[in-house]
């Protein structure tokens, strides 16, 4: 059974910086593509980032780009997103979600997912 476990979340200034990460189990981690995902309220999750499972490939969101950075530590089976510069659009509860592809920016081709964790940014 996959198990996902988001933390680092918290309420910050605009223009701050937090680093997310992923806990997983129940995976063979190092072949998983894995993904961040954002929901703010009223609004659909969004596509964050994703990785590939060498590291060879990263993908963002425009919105996100030379802002944030998606990382993974194989041998942690931890997955991770620093966030820099900080704005309050990107409030939002944040997931990490595993997909069997091998690059995707669709929700809806994600298995698994974690509970979330809340980022909040005042401006």
């Known amino acids: 059974q996959v198990q996902l476990v988001e933390s680092g979340g918290g309420l910050v200034q605009a223009g701050a910086s937090l680093r997310l990460s992923c806990a997983a189990s129940?995976?063979?981690?190092?072949?998983?593509?894995l993904g961040w995902f954002r929901q703010a309220p009223g609004k659909e999750r969004e596509f964050v980032a994703a990785?590939?499972?060498?590291?060879?490939?990263?993908h963002y969101a425009d919105s996100v780009k030379d802002r944030f950075t998606i990382s993974r530590d194989n041998a942690k089976n931890t997955l991770y997103l620093q966030m820099n510069s900080l704005k309050s659009e990107d409030t939002a509860v944040y997931y990490c979600?595993?997909?069997?592809?091998?690059?995707?920016?669709?929700?809806?081709?994600?298995?698994?997912w974690g509970q979330g964790t809340q980022v909040t940014v005042s401006s």
């Open positions: 979600a595993t997909t069997r592809k091998t690059v995707s920016r669709t929700a809806g081709d994600f298995d698994s």
């Open positions: 990785i590939t499972w060498a590291s060879r490939n990263t």
């Open positions: 129940g995976l063979t981690f190092i072949r998983t593509t």
